[in-house]
């Protein structure tokens, strides 16, 4: 009995430990995957920092998302997001792409929140007409993985025990 508790005491030290250290500001990750002519992948925070000099009103804002890869290849493109009055939707700063569609983000144009739609958004290439289908998808937080991770292991934990006895 002794051992349980000492393995449940190390158990939430641990997962206290985690915790504290997962996401500092709170913020909430959103994995983009676009498909279409061409590909791309990346990830934006669902109120992402824009600097004085990466936004003009009514037009839109750019941004640096996390792990861009453009058809399978990082990149070190930027991002720009326009507002509904230029078609909506973003673009690559390099042309890969040009997208319009719905608006994806709320707010100003420095201080935007990013929709947190779950599913398949339909948009088009400006300049192709080509068909593209963003998905989009919450990445899970560190400190939910761990929950879920230490039940599992309470579980066979438990499991253990039982047969034992």
């Known amino acids: 009995m002794r051992s349980t508790f000492r393995v449940a005491w190390a158990l939430a030290i641990f997962f206290l430990a985690c915790v504290g250290t997962a996401r500092a500001d709170g913020a909430t990750l959103l ?10 992948t990346f990830e934006l925070p669902t109120n992402p920092t824009i600097a004085d000099g990466d936004f003009d009103p009514g037009a839109g804002f750019y ?11 990082s990149s070190s493109d930027f991002l720009i997001f326009y507002d509904p009055a230029l078609l909506g939707a973003f673009a690559d700063s390099t042309d890969d792409f040009s997208l319009v569609g719905p608006q994806l983000f709320t707010g100003s144009d420095q201080t935007p929140t990013m929709l947190p739609v779950s599913g398949t958004i339909p948009l088009t290439d400006f ?22 991770t230490s039940g599992l292991l309470a579980l066979a934990m438990k499991r253990t025990s039982s047969f034992r006895n």
Do not use: Q
């Not at 994995?31 to 791309?40: D, E, H, I, M, R």
């Not at 941004?63 to 290849?73: A, E, R, S, W």
């Not at 300049?127 to 879920?148: K, N, R, W």
């Open 63 to 73: 941004v640096t998302p996390t792990d861009l890869k453009i058809n399978g290849v």
């Open 127 to 148: 300049f192709t007409g080509a068909s593209y289908s963003l998905t989009v998808e919450p990445v899970p937080e560190p400190a939910s993985l761990l929950l879920f």
């Open 31 to 40: 994995f983009y995957t676009l498909t279409g002519p061409v590909t791309a």
